[in-house]
């Protein structure tokens, strides 16, 4: 018997390789990095980083939604910048949807992201109880 569960949700874009949108295993519930695109269209919901970071995390928080967690469970996140540069920005959003206390996070400038993106996030929520 597996301890993984695949979780998949309309309200988050499609895995489009050989990966899940997230895998809950046990109490915790871990999200593949998410773009900013919009889950409907496939494209970037915004060309700015703050738009594309918003996105990210509500496409995040249908992930965590859809396998019985949500952002205000988070326990740990990752964030991958095309421009640290643009740093101040992405953490005015994610203070603006993240809930205290706040999870444990790291970031990144990487050299590049998919599609071009600015922003990546990945997660990591613990599953409500009951």
Known sequence: MSN?????TEGAPAALGPYSQGIRSGDLVFTAGQLGLDPSSGEFAA?????QAE????????????????LDRLVK????LADIGDWPAVNEVYARLIPEP???????????????A??????????RAG
């Not at 496409?59 to 859809?66: K, R, S, T």
């Open 102 to 116: 706040y999870p444990a996070r790291s970031a990144f400038a990487v050299r590049d992201l998919p599609r071009g």
């Open 118 to 127: 600015l922003v990546e996030i990945e997660a990591v929520g613990s599953v």
């Open 4 to 8: 993984r569960e695949q979780i998949r």
């Open 77 to 80: 996140v990752t964030v991958y």
């Open 55 to 70: 996105r990210a995390l509500r496409n995040v928080g249908a992930i965590l939604d859809a396998a019985g967690s949500g």
């Open 47 to 51: 060309i700015d980083v703050a738009g």
